[in-house]
């Protein structure tokens, strides 16, 4: 009939579509156990099938697991002597950049204002035996992220309105010179509020005197993207890219990139069932960024990463792990002919929270959290690192290991 043309036609379609090898149609009898058999024979085919396709996937994935739990996983305990922490100003969600020079230290530090929507840029000389002078500056938004190369300063950040991120170009300039040294301010270029990026959330920079780094988390699809921009002194603004491409495979969660030179580092935390923490490796050429392969650093549950690069491509990465909840750190060393990370030590971080992490010099490092929840002002401590792992010294052992 008329009502059964449909379902004839559909279903003569879908038979030709299939391989006839794969599935082959069953034998036709007058029999109807005969017809019964075949039929059954034919889905037990395809059982058998599924089940060897899904074993042969399990298989790989634990091998995949186990590989990268003997791989990865640190050796050794980080030898990392933290100082006595310093209270800041009440923040969340901290980002820290340094701004040393010969003649002194200075950090400048991007976090969130409680129960606001709005973030303080803050520029601090070091002054480890007391308070040191701070100008701030106070821009309405979230999620602050900073960077600086030389006396130029690049400031992304979401908007407190919807899910856009906006990016910014500042300068170090002379404040003041009164009391006990001189006080160093960010002077913004062009609009207050910045220009205007691309959609996304958790935003992340990186800069190296000339071509900016910034990732970001998606909207709809939790995917990382990353987009690069060129900075002009003479028009002070940054030229972005049109268009972003993807970073990493999978869904990723709290991105963060950095560079020294023309070495970009960037990292993020998985958001599937048993989490862990990928990375890749870059390197600037021609104002854009050539990115490695995909590596793994850990297998555990993780979130809220921080990253910095020194002049020895030591990499020192901050997470939060979730199952143990612990703030840790991570050391590794760049192995540049196969653009892979090498995990020496691991250590405690002093603070709970979101921490931020820099390189002041090539064996200290800066970190900064919010504090705990008894104590929610901003806190810093310097750490000095014995005996820090630099790629001549672990050469040999880096390829034995390979």
């Not at 803050?122 to 999620?143: S, W």
């Not at 909207?219 to 990493?248: A, M, Y």
Request: aromatic residues 6%; proline residues 7%; contains cysteine.
């Amino acid at each position: 009939s008329v009502l059964d043309f449909p379902r004839l036609f559909f279903s003569a379609k879908l038979r030709s579509s299939c391989p006839p090898t794969l599935f082959p149609p069953p034998p036709r009898s007058s029999h109807p156990a005969f017809n019964r058999g075949a039929a059954a024979m034919v889905q037990w085919k395809v059982a058998v099938m599924g089940a060897v396709g899904l074993g042969a996937f399990l298989v790989n994935r634990g091998v995949s697991l186990l590989l990268d739990t003997l791989v990865s996983s640190p050796k050794s305990e980080c030898s990392v002597e933290w100082r006595e922490t310093h209270p800041l100003q009440s923040g969340t969600s901290p980002s820290v950049a340094d701004a040393s020079t010969a003649e002194e230290d200075v950090a400048v530090l991007a976090y969130e204002v409680p129960q606001q929507a709005m973030f303080v840029v803050e520029t601090r000389r070091l002054n480890y035996d007391g308070q040191a002078p701070a100008a701030t500056t106070l821009t309405t938004g979230v999620q602050p992220s900073v960077s600086v190369a030389g006396r130029v300063v690049v400031e992304v950040h979401k908007s407190e309105h919807f899910a856009g991120i906006y990016g910014r170009l500042g300068e170090l300039v002379v404040a003041s010179e009164e009391g006990s040294g001189r006080e160093l301010r960010v002077q913004w270029k062009g609009r207050r509020e910045g220009q205007w990026l691309w959609f996304g959330s958790e935003p992340s920079v990186a800069f190296n005197g000339r071509v900016v780094m910034e990732v970001h988390r998606g909207v709809t699809i939790p995917l990382v993207w990353c987009q690069t921009g060129v900075v002009h002194r003479g028009l002070n603004q940054i030229q972005w890219s049109d268009s972003c491409e993807k970073l990493f495979k999978g869904r990723v969660q709290s991105p963060a990139v950095c560079c020294r030179g023309t070495r970009v580092v960037a990292a993020g935390a998985l958001m599937r069932f048993r989490g862990g923490l990928v990375y890749r490796i870059g390197h600037i050429s021609d104002d854009r960024v050539w990115w490695g392969k995909q590596g793994y650093l850990s297998s555990m549950p993780a979130a809220t990463l921080a990253i910095t690069v020194n002049d020895n491509d030591t990499v020192a990465l901050a997470y939060r792990e979730i199952r143990p909840a612990a703030q840790c750190v991570l050391l590794c060393t760049v192995h540049s002919p196969t653009d892979t990370l090498v995990v020496h030590e691991h250590g405690p971080l002093p603070h709970s929270g979101d921490c931020a992490v820099v390189f002041l010099t090539p064996n200290s490092l800066l970190a900064t959290s919010p504090g705990s929840a008894s104590s929610p002002a901003a806190s810093s401590s310097a750490a000095a690192l014995q005996a820090l792992p630099c790629v001549p010294a672990h050469s040999a052992e880096v390829e034995d290991r390979l």
